[in-house]
Structure formats: structure tokens, C-alpha cells
């Protein structure tokens, strides 16, 4: 090579490892203004095309190989779904491409569609407000101001883009944009029939920019851009609308039109340090973690139902439509405002109408008296019951578990949800160790915390259960459950009966919960959590019915658990609607005699 030619050749080093040769160019303008121009021409082109380079190279930030890919993959497809394990940095890796988007392109109007408020606000306020911004001091350069409020939640950019982020509703018809990403799809209320006619309109409009506007402009005839749309989720199930959709792009993808779609497990997380072995130890051997909620949340693959399945998710997931809880009161709750009228006090629930019937129903379970441990939890339902025509409508406002308990704890805790919740009627398991913690309910029970003593309860529907009570004058309020193959095939059924008649209502999932427990966002961590509580057991109770198999044996049904799955919850709930339905019985001879009367 001639020394000419050795000075026309520039080494460019990468990362001090990769080597690459390349002539300098020789068309260059004279010009630095040309050349700046020029150069401008081909930097943006390039990062267009590769908006993770435009991420590290100008935003200086780092990020992971499968960020890269995800970035570079948003960037170039018309419409593309990500189904991501929990903890895997997915409104992170949004809040970035949004960032990039805005700033490579002017005027770029980008909507991120969250389930709940309190999420669209916290991508903005925390992801972008502080996190990126923290990070990249050139992103701070490029914004003109953020918004975070009550009815706007904006990102505004200094070159006109903007990045808003919402939730989906009815309110929010009428807005445009170019980018739209729909945070946790799955959970949108309403399915197909929401994202065709609130979401996908958003993008009925297309970026233009200045150089097209000028009628003499060479430009004028310069393709429009196509607008893109972006579906992040966790797995769910594979029934579900939400499956359909990740389908939608999986076959449309395999026949080579720019639709993607990919499932990322936790197996990443762990791969770049996100999640720790011991941490992914303590999800797997967790006693509340199940085989398809592991497999849905971790392992990125949507659940199918077999035909071992006896109830299936759409015989529950249209339940969940309740979004108030009923919160028992804490030891100090109950001290404050013990001396007031049970009316004034802040747990009171206040009945809805006349005839309303409230039920405690409890499975049992204890803990083993020779090793100390226990494999199941007992449960508690709380069920408010409503007379519509010749029905109860029970509506499930509260369930808790109680792990590695005695009979004497259980027979107090069961006590306390009694009264506070002003029952009338308790539902117990008496199968095994339920009889010693309906022996206890029979007693007068100290409650040291409290200052209080309870009177002793005995059961209503059978003499050998009720003559185990010694008082005479003990309310008689406890339905007791003796399981046997006949019975619990009749509770299997009625509950499935429920289900498809919708005469049971649950709580909503614990992501829409917190837009309305009121003053959500500004409660400490704990109390958080504790409001959050009642939605959770909701899902557990759920995910755990949805597992659940069945067999026929000498013309029964036989609900049973597989692997480590449980149906402690289950026998709570179906224990806790057959009493219901039985009571409907007087329900419809009450109705029946009043019309007798009117003729």
C-alpha cells in the first residue's frame, strides 16, 4: 500500500477489539456548514434504522444484548408483542425506546397504554423522571418539561414530540397518535372490542414532517411513515383473548410480514443478574406459587387448560368484577373505636339492602402436632350475599389464609372476622381437625389483645356436631361440612352452577385495584400491601380452581389438586356457596308465600 493510501485509511477502533478499515470519502464539501449537514443526513438515517446504537452512542446508556434486540425489533416492526417474565426491566426497556423514538424523530406523538393510572404515572415519573434522566444527561437536554398529575401525565420534548401515557377508558377517545404501546394488554377490560374501537383508532393519523409541507418541495411525494403498535404482557392464559392476539402475530411473523412477537423467560433475568438464584430459589419452593402461575409469570408461556380442567377461566375470570374489599380492623383499629357505636366504627360495612345475608366460610387445616410444618393453609371466605328475585348474588369481599395455626387460635380468628363483619351464619370443615376447632368455637373465647370475650357459637344443622357445645343458650350459627363422595360431587357442581349463572361476583386483579383504594399512591409500602391483600388471595383462589382436574368415580364427580397445586381455597369458596344456594331454598318459599298472600 502507498503512502497516499495509507493516509487515506482511517483505524477505527471498538471496544479495542474489533478493527475496521474504511477510505475516507472524497465528495465532501468545502464547506463545514454542507458538511455538518450532510453529516446530520446519515448519522439520523443510521440511528432510525438502529435505535439501540442511538440509545448507547448519544443517551449513553447500558444496556443488555436482548434490550438491544428488543429495541431494534420495536423500531422496525409494523406491530410486534413481547410476553416478558416478571422482573425482566420491560418498562424500563419502554420508557428508553419512547425516549429514542421522540428525540430521532420531531413531532413524534407517542401514547403508552397502562392498565391502571397509578402505573402510567409511575413509567413518567419514575422510569423516565428519574431513572433515565438521571442517567443520561443528554436526555435531560432534550426535554422541555414532564407532567404528572391527576388528568395529565405528559412527557414534552423540546423538538414538539411528546410521550403520554393512560390508561384505557372511555375518556380517553379522540387522542392521536403514531407510536402506541399497550402496557400488560391482557388486562385491558373489554378484550377486542376495547383495543378496535378505543385503542387502534388512536393512530389514524401520521407523522408529517416540515420539508413535506411546502408544495414546491422535491419532498412532497416522500412516503409517509407507517404508524406502529407495540403489546407487552406477561403470559396468561391460553383461552383468553390475550392468547389470540400473541397468535395473531406468531402466524403472521412466520409467513414474513413485519409482525414479531417472542416470549422472554426469567431464564434472561438470571442470565444478566436481575434475578438471583436464591431469589428464583425462594418464587419456585414458595408455597403460594403454583406450576401454572410459575409457568404463566416466569417462564413466559401461556396456560392451557386439558380436559381434565372442571372449571375453566372463562367460567371465572367474567366474575371478577367487584372493586370494593372489606378490610377486618387491626388490634389498634379496634381499641380506638371500641367504645363507639358499631355503625360509627371505620370497619363497618354498611348493609346494601333489606334481607342481605352475611357468611364466614372456613376450611381447616392445622398444624401437625409431631413435625411442627403443615402443608395446607386454613382459609376464610367472607361473603356478603344479596337477595335478587329468587337468588343470592354473593359477592366475595374478603378471603385471608392462616398458615401453621391451633385449634384455639383458629376458633379466636374466626371469632373476631364473626362479629366485625356482623355474620350471621359460619360455614366450617369439619372433616379431621375440624371438629377440635369447632369444640373450641363452643367455648367462651378470651381475646387478651382485644379486652374482649366472645360468647361460644354451636352448629345449626346437625344434633351430634351441636350437642358437642355444652351451653344450651349458645347461638347456633355454625353450618357444619362433613365431606363425603356423594356431597362433594353436589358442591362441585353447584359451584360450577354459580359460576355459569354469575351468581358469584370476586374482586378485580390487584393491578386495577390500585387506581381505586382510595389514596393508593401516597400510602407507606406496608399498609400498600395490606390493601392490596384481599385482591391477591382473589388470584391465588382463581389460578388454583383454574388447576384443578377432575375424575368420574361410581357416577360422582371427584375435584382433585395436581403436583403441588392445592384447593384449600377452593373448598373455602365451594363450601362457603353451597350453604348459600341452600338458603336460597327459604329464599324462594318466603317469595312464594308472599305472592300466595297477594292473591
Known amino acids: 500500500m502507498t503512502e497516499k493510501n495509507n493516509q487515506e485509511v482511517e483505524e477505527i477502533l471498538s471496544d479495542e477489539v474489533i478493527k475496521s478499515y474504511h477510505k475516507k470519502r472524497d465528495n465532501l464539501s468545502a464547506r463545514k456548514k454542507d ?24 443517551l449513553q446508556l447500558n444496556l443488555y444484548p436482548f434490550q438491544m434486540i428488543i429495541l431494534y425489533l420495536m423500531n422496525i416492526m409494523y406491530s410486534s408483542c413481547f410476553i416478558c417474565a416478571r422482573g425482566l426491566s420491560k418498562s424500563y426497556t419502554t420508557a428508553v425506546f419512547a425516549c429514542c423514538r421522540a428525540v430521532l424523530f420531531p413531532g413524534q406523538l407517542i401514547l403508552i397504554s397502562c392498565t391502571t393510572k397509578e402505573q402510567s404515572r409511575n413509567l413518567v415519573r419514575e422510569k423516565i423522571g428519574k431513572e433515565l434522566m438521571k442517567q443520561s444527561p443528554m436526555l435531560r437536554r432534550e426535554i422541555a418539561d414532564i407532567k404528572v398529575g391527576t388528568n395529565e401525565t405528559c412527557v414534552y420534548f423540546r423538538n414538539g414530540s411528546t410521550i403520554q401515557a393512560i390508561n384505557a377508558s372511555e375518556n380517553t377517545r379522540g387522542l392521536r397518535c403514531h407510536i402506541l404501546v399497550i402496557d400488560e394488554y391482557r388486562m385491558i377490560q373489554g378484550g377486542f372490542d376495547t383495543l378496535n374501537s378505543i385503542l387502534k383508532p388512536f393512530l389514524n393519523c401520521v407523522r408529517i414532517p416540515k420539508f413535506k409541507n411546502n408544495e414546491n418541495s422535491k419532498y412532497k411525494n416522500y412516503p409517509s411513515e407507517e404508524n406502529k403498535t407495540i403489546y407487552l404482557s406477561s403470559a396468561w392464559l391460553g383461552d383468553h383473548w390475550s392468547y389470540d392476539l400473541y397468535k395473531e402475530h406468531r402466524e403472521k411473523m412466520l409467513k414474513g410480514e413485519d409482525w414479531f412477537t417472542c416470549n422472554l423467560p426469567y431464564q434472561l433475568s438470571a442470565h444478566h443478574g436481575l434475578l438471583t438464584k436464591k431469589r428464583i430459589d425462594d418464587i419456585v419452593s414458595s408455597e403460594n406459587m403454583s406450576d401454572m402461575s410459575f409457568s404463566m409469570e416466569f417462564e413466559a408461556l401461556f396456560y392451557k387448560t386439558n380436559d381434565h380442567s372442571f372449571f375453566k377461566p372463562s367460567d371465572i375470570l367474567p366474575l371478577r368484577t367487584l372493586e370494593s374489599a372489606w378490610y377486618p380492623p387491626t388490634t389498634e383499629e379496634f381499641i380506638m373505636s371500641k367504645n363507639k357505636d358499631m355503625s360509627k366504627r371505620p370497619y363497618y360495612l354498611k348493609p346494601i339492602v333489606k334481607d342481605e345475608m352475611r357468611v364466614l366460610s372456613c376450611d381447616i387445616a392445622l398444624m401437625d402436632s409431631k413435625n411442627g410444618k403443615n402443608n395446607d393453609n386454613a382459609i376464610f371466605t367472607f361473603f356478603r350475599c344479596l337477595p335478587k328475585n329468587e337468588n343470592y348474588i354473593a359477592e366475595v369481599l374478603y378471603q385471608a389464609s392462616y398458615e401453621g395455626a391451633k385449634a384455639k387460635e383458629l376458633a379466636l380468628y374466626i371469632k373476631r372476622l364473626y362479629y366485625d363483619s356482623q355474620c350471621e351464619y359460619i360455614v366450617l370443615d369439619v372433616q379431621g381437625n375440624g371438629l377440635s376447632v369447632l369444640d373450641e368455637l363452643g367455648e367462651p373465647t378470651v381475646d387478651s389483645e382485644r379486652g374482649e370475650t366472645y360468647p361460644p357459637l354451636k352448629a345449626m344443622n346437625e344434633d351430634r356436631y351441636a350437642d358437642r357445645c355444652g351451653y344450651a343458650n349458645a347461638q347456633k350459627c355454625i353450618y357444619c361440612v362433613a365431606g363425603n363422595q356423594k356431597l362433594n360431587h353436589e358442591i362441585a357442581i353447584q359451584l360450577k352452577t354459580s359460576f355459569q349463572n354469575k351468581t358469584i361476583k370476586l374482586l378485580k386483579n390487584q393491578m386495577e385495584a390500585e387506581d381505586f383504594i382510595e389514596g393508593f399512591e401516597i400510602l407507606p409500602p406496608q399498609e400498600q400491601a395490606n390493601k392490596l391483600l384481599p385482591y391477591i388471595q382473589t388470584s391465588l383462589m382463581q389460578n388454583e380452581i383454574i388447576c384443578l382436574e377432575y375424575e368420574i368415580k361410581q357416577s360422582y364427580i371427584k375435584v382433585y389438586e395436581t403436583g403441588k ?18 338458603q336460597e331454598k327459604k329464599l324462594k318459599k318466603k317469595k312464594k308465600s308472599k305472592s300466595i298472600n297477594l292473591w
Not at 39 to 46: A, D, N, R, V, Y
Not at 565 to 582: A, E, M, P, T
Request: contains cysteine; positive net charge.
Open 35 to 58: 458538511r455538518f449537514q450532510e453529516g446530520m443526513k446519515i448519522w439520523t438515517c443510521f440511528y432510525r434504522l438502529n435505535i439501540h446504537r442511538f440509545a448507547m452512542d448519544y
Open 565 to 582: 397445586n392445592r384447593k384449600d381455597r377452593y373448598s373455602s369458596l365451594s363450601y362457603g356457596n353451597y350453604f348459600i344456594r341452600q
